[in-house]
């Protein structure tokens, strides 16, 4: 097992290139069991849930290399199959195989999900948008086993926002006979992401990006080619690391539009922001200021920047709140950030932060995939060195975090880890 080994004190300085979005990307690979036939995708992650998806992929008999960033799959030969809970249980985004599984064949069987470790976050959102289509789900021996004859068009309301639920019906529903309207859906980039995907495999799809998504199933689908989008969550981490380091930051290949509300915010915390619509500088000064914010969907201040955000407000000067209004149990990396020094009170899901001039490195452990950016970050601007334990989360969504933060000039460094 690998540990992230950071010694603070420096400034990040330089440029680099945004990386592909894995919220993005596995959706979209996924996708291609809509269409049997060759497909290329471009700009693709190299991060390990990646890889499990197609691996998760090849489970169902697809077949699948990884040229750099460019990953050619083939699933002419996919079957009606399992998902496997070995798999399945690594990476919650692996229920997005139900929808094209059960549009494709008409039945589907896969494990609940797993991932990061904090917080309930029940598929009941997928489950009842696959059985308003007409599926008849049951659960079996931790399986979500689903099967239907044919799928219908339906007015499907969702509760919540969900990017899962929404991408998973919106696969289902090209296949389905008639039209589907999703109320209430997400808006985040990685939705239109998809749906110009599946557009550009054939499908009828309308309002992308917005409240309401209109589907007309039943189009003729065929394999596309497909680049993924810049990785929003990663441009963020990148900028408030900048930001926070009183550094001078750029990336470059980014959707600006993507992270207008991070953007906003660090203009109000005393950062400098100069950014056109691919490239973003930012420059922070020798401390930044408090603030008050609430998560949201998007186009709200993401969810997954407030653990990053907390590192900032660790050090920003005065006294910060910070409310997580998506999920309110998402704070397993307070009592870490505490280790290295941070003063921060809890109740509920509040977090009050009094900021300090410095932290102090040591040895603290990871316990999710955003928490262990925010934890990174943390020793960045911490005395001495800070030992990231459990990085196996970080590389679920970061692309050699350690490479691209030395190329900032950051002293940054991964080491194994002995076992007990």
Known sequence: MDKIVVRGGRSLRGTIEAAGSKNAALPILTAAILAPGEYRFTHVPLLRDVTTMARLLETLGATFHQDGHVLHLDTSRVEAGEAPYDLVKTMRASVYVLGPLLARFGTARVSLPGGCAWGPRPIDLHIKGMTALGAEITLEEGYVVARAEKLTGADIDLEIASVGATGNILMAAVAAH?????????????????????????????????????????????PAPCRIIPDRIEVGTYLIAG???????????????????????????????????????????ERLDSFELRTDFYPGFPTDLQAQMMALAAVANGRSVLTDTVYTDRFTHVAELQRLGADIQMERNVAVIN??????????????????????????????????????????????????LTALGADVRREAEPGP
């Open 243 to 285: 930001a926070m380091t009183a550094g001078d930051v750029t990336l470059t290949g980014c959707r600006t539009d993507h992270v207008g509300a991070l953007l906003v915010r660090l203009k109000q915390l005393g950062a400098r922001i100069e950014a056109d619509d691919t490239t973003i500088r930012v420059v922070g000064p």
């Open 178 to 222: 008639g039209i589907t309207r999703i109320r209430n859906a997400a808006r985040e980039p990685e939705i239109p992401a998809l749906a110009e995907f599946l557009v550009a495999m054939g499908a009828r799809i309308e309002g992308a990006g917005t409240s309401e998504i209109t589907i007309e199933g039943g189009a003729p689908l065929k």
């Open 355 to 404: 900021g300090a001039k410095r932290l102090s490195g040591a040895r603290v452990m990871a316990t999710d995939l955003r928490a262990s950016a925010a934890l990174i970050l943390a020793g960045l601007v911490a005395d001495g060195e800070t030992h990231v334990s459990r990085v196996y989360h970080i590389d679920r969504g970061y692309e050699r975090i350690e490479e691209r």
